[in-house]
T-cell receptor, first 112, second 113 residues
């Protein structure tokens, strides 16, 4: 599985867009990019995932570069409740599901 | 609410004891995954089951075992507990389809005294 690199921490002003980068330069053609977040010691919360195209849902947008070597998670209007550790994961899709390997993620602090 | 239910939420026991953690996956999900999160480590994948069969093993100790039952719920058994086994244990489930994400439960906090 491709390794990911994320900045250890970021700050964002409340109400502004939070842009969280992830580098996955060794990603292969059939690997998906998944984003999760973990607030305190709660279970990781699924945010969004994609393969090649940009994706958007009610929580966030995922922008994947054309060469697929990096991606950015965008929280359009960050709130204090978005303060969490954000994990970028790449994984080969299998017919019976995937096991995820979590790195250290990016600790996002939303500042009032 | 992810739809994944884990019980109990908290468990306190002593060294040398055995405990069982339970996980009910989201309705329709066939895959169940177990993860361990210690204070000084990130989330570590332990084991995966798909429709009752073991599919993948990660960093699971020999003292730990798991199974998935015909109704698709899963149990993680931890035996000969040591102080270092104190951690959060998370269960996740997915449909098993290609690329489908995992959805995590709220975890069981295990404290070994």
């Amino acid at each position: 599985d491709a390794k990911t690199t994320q900045p250890p921490s970021m700050d964002c002003a409340e109400g502004r867009a939070a842009n969280l980068p992830c580098n996955h330069s060794t990603i292969s053609g059939n690997e998906y990019v998944y984003w999760y977040r973990q607030i305190h010691s709660q279970g990781p919360q699924y945010i969004i995932h994609g393969l090649k195209n940009n994706e958007t849902n009610e929580m966030a947008s995922l922008i994947i570069t054309e060469d697929r070597k990096s991606s950015t998670l965008i929280l359009p209007h960050a709130t204090l409740r978005d303060t969490a550790v954000y994990y970028c994961i790449v994984r080969v899709a299998g017919n019976t599901g995937n096991q995820f390997y979590f790195g250290t993620g990016t600790s996002l602090t939303v500042i009032p | 609410d992810s739809g994944v239910t884990q019980t109990p939420k908290h468990l306190i026991t002593a060294t040398g004891q055995r405990v069982t953690l339970r996980c009910s996956p989201r309705s329709g999900d066939l895959s169940v995954y177990w993860y361990q999160q210690s204070l000084d480590q990130g989330l570590q994948f332990l084991i995966q089951y798909y429709n009752g069969e073991e599919r993948a093993k990660g960093n699971i100790l020999e003292r730990f075992s798991a199974q998935q039952f015909p109704d698709l719920h899963s149990e993680l058994n931890l035996s000969s507990l040591e102080l270092g086994d104190s951690a959060l244990y998370f269960c996740a489930s997915s449909s098993g389809g290609s690329g489908q994400p995992q959805h995590f439960g709220d975890g069981t906090r295990l404290s070994i005294l």
